[in-house]
């Protein structure tokens, strides 16, 4: 591509698309195949971060790619969400809930991550006549309104104000948010670890003591598996490995294999609810998108026939055994999502950018900024492991 077209797809970027922040990565990318990303100008980049946790089969995987050609040829768009049998979501739910436990047998397919959110909460008021609703700090479930409500930092919410009414922001893991729980309690929406807060699992005895409070106040229990689902976690769901189950979870980000996806699941006889006092009680023109359905079922099937979930504990020894290094405070990981704790956001900051003139793309998180995030697609092999935990060493070795 001759030069002055590069720069002009730059300013054109600045200057027609908004913008979300003052410093985006403005990388071009013109194509992406497994953990491998190529811009404009030929460079390759390793992907730690799978564009947050999305591409956990790897970017196109032929696959996906061949589910989304083929259901391009049969129909696009024909209705408003749940009146046409479309086989992509009918067979997209049947594999999911039968990877579920058996109560959480209904799914509704939205558009994103923040809208299965919004769709959780309504319902859990329908459920229950109930408004209250207890969140955590340092959660995220995404940024509309309602979810930004359940937002667990005061510095994204403020400026949005006024939000939802009757939400408590209580602190995860702590035996006083238990007790907050009461008969007035509508829900409880939790991330199962928390992502953004740089990787923080909650104590077992924990997570069990908020599923029995919620159950004895007839409180809906949300879990957040936008992130920790598809196996990121190293178990196909991040709740598994607390023995115990949620009423309600919010799937996004890899549901979709690459394409836009959002679901929330819950049992039958609560999703019914929605279909009288009002009819239509939760409505979405483009949620559960035949190509998208397609690309996520065709996803899900490679994760769980190529088994990808069962070396995610290998690689995340991997890079752990990979990533001494004095500069780095801690690692904090479940599976392939793992935080590494350096001393200051500046010194991330600078480091990935390092690593980025290297050839390896990592990122910080949302309340953990002093944190790089490592989260490749699964299917990363050992060599792109070994290879891109030496760029960061190299970096780090500098800072
Ligand atoms: C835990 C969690 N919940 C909800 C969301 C919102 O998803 P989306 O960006 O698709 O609306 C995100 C997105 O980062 C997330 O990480």
Redesign the pocket.
């Known amino acids: 591509m001759p030069q002055n077209a590069i720069s002009n797809q730059r300013q054109l970027f600045l200057r027609h698309v908004a913008q979300t922040s003052p410093s985006p990565l403005s990388l071009e990318i013109v194509k992406a195949k497994g953990c491998k990303l190529y811009d404009n100008k030929g460079k390759e980049y390793i992907d730690l971060i799978a564009g947050?946790s999305v591409c956990n089969v790897g970017h196109r995987h032929p696959k996906v790619i061949k589910a989304i050609k083929k259901q391009a040829d049969n129909y696009l768009h024909l209705l408003v969400y749940g009146e046409m049998i479309e086989t992509p979501q009918v067979q997209y739910a049947k594999l999911l809930t039968d990877h579920l436990p058996k109560s959480l047998n209904a799914v509704y397919f939205t558009n994103?991550?923040?809208?299965a959110?919004e769709g959780a909460m309504k319902l859990a008021k329908r459920v229950t006549g109930r408004t209250q609703m207890i969140a955590f700090n340092q959660s995220?479930?995404?940024?509309t309104q309602g979810?930004l409500s359940v937002m667990g930092d005061e510095y994204w919410r403020n400026a949005f104000r006024p939000l939802l009414p009757d939400i408590l922001h209580l602190e995860y893991n702590s035996p006083e948010a238990i007790n907050e729980i009461t008969e007035r309690t509508a829900c409880v929406i939790a991330?199962t670890i928390q992502?953004?807060k740089g990787v923080y699992a909650p104590l077992k005895q924990w997570l069990k003591l908020l599923r029995k409070k919620c159950s004895e106040t007839g409180t809906l229990l949300i879990l957040?598996e936008?992130?920790t689902g598809f196996g990121r976690t190293g178990s196909l769901w991040g709740f598994e490995k607390f023995n115990i189950v949620p009423d309600i979870i919010?799937l996004?980000?890899a549901l979709g294999g690459g394409m836009p996806l959002?679901a929330f699941v819950a049992n039958k006889k609560l999703m019914n609810l929605f279909t009288e006092n009002p009819v239509l009680g939760h409505i979405t023109t483009f949620g559960g998108h035949p190509v998208c359905c397609a690309a996520g079922l065709a996803a899900m099937k490679v994760l769980l026939n190529e088994k990808l979930v069962d070396r995610v504990h290998e690689k995340e020894f991997l890079f752990r055994e990979c990533l001494q290094h004095p500069r780095i405070k801690a690692i904090r990981s479940r599976g392939l999502l793992m935080a590494l704790e350096l001393d200051t956001a500046a010194d991330v900051i600078q480091v990935a950018a390092s690593c980025l003139r290297k050839g390896v793309l990592t990122d910080w998180f949302l309340f953990a900024p002093h944190c790089i995030r490592i989260a490749p697609p699964l299917t990363i092999k050992e060599k792109e492991i070994r290879e891109a935990c030496l760029v960061m060493v190299e970096v780090l070795n500098k800072i």
């Open positions: 947050i994103s991550g923040t809208e959110t995220y479930h995404g940024s979810a991330e992502a953004e957040d936008i992130q919010l996004g980000k959002g």
